[in-house]
């Protein structure tokens, strides 16, 4: 199944790929040319929102939670994560300063969600 994503948001997501705070850096260099053994995408768009990052064939989003700003969008991210799920969307979230001190551990995180994913059985059709 494509996701589809609103047009007006692909020159923000380029924008926010070329600004990339220090956390997505850092976990770029650790997903990018498929060293997990699958392909993740930055900043990519999905219906109305743009997620840090994307494994189409997982349809798994991670998103890197910022510093003290963030307690103030849980709840924006929570109804996000509600409409990204509906889709057939998988989140997993890290903290910042998890993604900074703790690269090992979140890349140990990712590997077991991906374990995970591919040894679940799809999700039961519905019959019409």
């Known amino acids: 199944m494509k996701l589809h994503y609103q047009k007006y ?9 070329r ?3 220090l956390a997505e850096v850092i ?4 997903l990018k040319k498929d060293k997990l053994g699958y392909r ?5 768009p999905i219906g109305k929102y743009i997620v840090d990052f994307y494994c189409h064939s ?4 991670i998103e890197i939670d910022g510093a003290s700003s963030h307690d103030a969008k849980i709840l924006t991210d929570e109804k996000r994560q509600i409409d990204l799920e509906s889709q057939g969307v998988r989140i997993i979230r890290f903290l910042d300063k998890d ?3 703790n690269m090992e551990g979140v890349v140990a995180s990712i590997r077991a969600e991906i374990l995970r994913l591919i040894n ?3 999700p039961l059709k519905k019959e019409e």
């Open 9 to 17: 948001l692909k020159p923000y997501a380029r924008r926010l790929r």
């Open 19 to 21: 600004a990339g705070n």
């Open 27 to 30: 976990l770029w260099a650790e």
């Open 40 to 44: 993740f995408l930055r900043q990519r």
């Open 58 to 61: 997982l349809r798994l989003a």
């Open 99 to 101: 993604v900074r001190s």
């Open 120 to 122: 679940s059985p799809p």
